[in-house]
């Protein structure tokens, strides 16, 4: 190990945040010596991760230095507009919470997962679910997921399919054709449920946002305890919700890509 490779307490993780950490309004455009002096990294230590980071367009190479890349930005962008639907959604969002008493969620899909994006949460609150807000869910196993799934492409439901379908509960659907099943039956009746199969103990209803095109955007759900309640009895609440909260969307450029 070279006098400069010193040990650092910081994770990776922790590394490249502190070098992405460097850059500012002010610093747009920075070297590798600068970031190494803010970062309090060795430079060796510097030049590796930002060399990486070049190599997956989060950082790209300047007259004077680096500065951020296109694929920062472009999640910058999707943070932005997630925001943005979490404001559009949450007025529509605490009005479902208040007529059901249950818990709500805003969910988008993201490759094979679903990401929530929002949780209010009901009088249920001492429930065990595995969603939290920025965190995934594999979509198969939710229905926001299959709300979502229902209206995408034949590509984005092949993505969603894994090799092996894992349980994370006793009612997870456990093979492709009893999964495209589900899919066809959310389009016959406007809405996605599921029984303890994303949690052991959990009861989900969903319904898509959806575009004028009819691809979707988002998935509204609502989630309480399997068998102590009657979940699938707030349906026609949650689809109506989703039907206004569709319409507020579209009005919305913003969300015409997302």
């Known amino acids: 190990m070279s006098s400069d490779e010193r040990i650092t307490p910081r994770s990776m993780i922790g590394r490249v945040a502190a070098v992405l950490g460097a850059f500012s309004g002010e610093r747009p455009v920075i070297g590798v010596n600068e970031i190494a002096r803010s970062s309090g990294l060795a430079k060796s230590v510097v030049s590796r ?6 190599e997956v367009d989060f950082l790209e190479r300047a ?21 943005e639907l979490r404001q559009l959604a949450l007025g529509a ?28 949460r009901g009088r249920d609150s001492d429930m065990n679910i595995r969603s939290r807000i920025g965190g995934r869910v594999p ?25 092996k379908f894992e349980l994370l509960g006793p009612g997870t659907v456990a093979d492709e054709r009893s999964f495209r099943k589900q899919l066809e039956l959310v389009r016959v009746n406007g809405y996605s449920h599921e029984v303890e ?10 319904c ?7 691809t979707p955007i988002a998935a509204i759900s609502v989630t309480g305890p399997a068998g102590r309640i009657n979940v699938l009895q707030h349906a026609t609440a949650v689809r109506i919700t989703a039907l206004g909260l569709s319409r507020r969307i579209r009005a919305n450029s913003a969300f015409s890509t997302l």
């Open 197 to 206: 199969e994303s949690n052991p103990g959990v009861e989900c209803v969903a």
């Open 208 to 214: 898509p946002l959806l575009r004028a095109d009819g």
């Open 93 to 120: 969002m605490a009005d479902l919470r208040q007529a059901t008493g249950i818990t709500v969620q805003l969910s988008v899909l993201k490759g094979a997962d679903q990401v929530y994006v929002e949780i209010l």
């Open 49 to 54: 991760i930002v060399s990486e980071l070049i």
């Open 63 to 83: 007259d004077s230095g680096v500065r951020v890349g296109i694929r920062l930005f472009e999640l910058g962008e999707l943070a932005q507009r997630s925001k």
């Open 139 to 163: 979509a198969y196993a939710t229905a926001g997921g299959k709300a979502v799934l229902a209206h995408s492409t034949e590509a984005a439901v092949q993505l969603a399919i894994p090799e």
